[in-house]
């Protein structure tokens, strides 16, 4: 089974800084695909990076030029830099790799989720 467990969560004002890290207790890290999603009070779920297990990255225009996510396979560590912090990015952050199973077929795995929040 494949655990995450997330930390760097905390309170910032705006226009600050924090990151995000998030260790995964996995044989084949470097598999899979990795993820961090924001959640914020009363919205859905959504994604704010995703890096590809061969280092291609997306990040949403929403965050683009203030977020830079990064992974560490040799860590099994994702992490996610948030710079020039808003209210709106106040949200509950959840890591998730995405990784295959000796099948080959891929599973979805969450962390537990940290709060930021960023005040005015």
């Known amino acids: 089974q494949v655990q995450l467990v997330e930390s760097g969560g905390g309170w910032v004002q705006a226009g600050g800084a924090l990151k995000l890290s998030c260790v995964v207790s996995?044989?084949?890290?470097?598999?899979?695909?990795v993820y961090w999603y924001s959640q914020a009070p009363g919205k859905e779920r959504e994604p704010v990076s995703f890096?590809?297990?061969?280092?291609?990255?997306t990040i949403p225009n929403s965050v683009k030029g203030r977020f830079t996510p990064s992974r560490d396979n040799a860590k099994n560590e994702l992490s996610l830099q948030m710079n020039s912090l808003k209210t709106e990015d106040t949200a509950i952050y959840f890591c998730?790799?995405?990784?295959?199973?000796?099948?080959?077929?891929?599973?979805?795995?969450w962390g537990q989720g940290t709060q930021v929040t960023v005040s005015s």
């Open positions: 998730a790799a995405y990784c295959p199973d000796y099948r080959g077929f891929f599973s979805r795995y």
């Open positions: 996995t044989t084949i890290f470097s598999k899979c695909g």
């Open positions: 890096i590809r297990n061969d280092g291609m990255t």
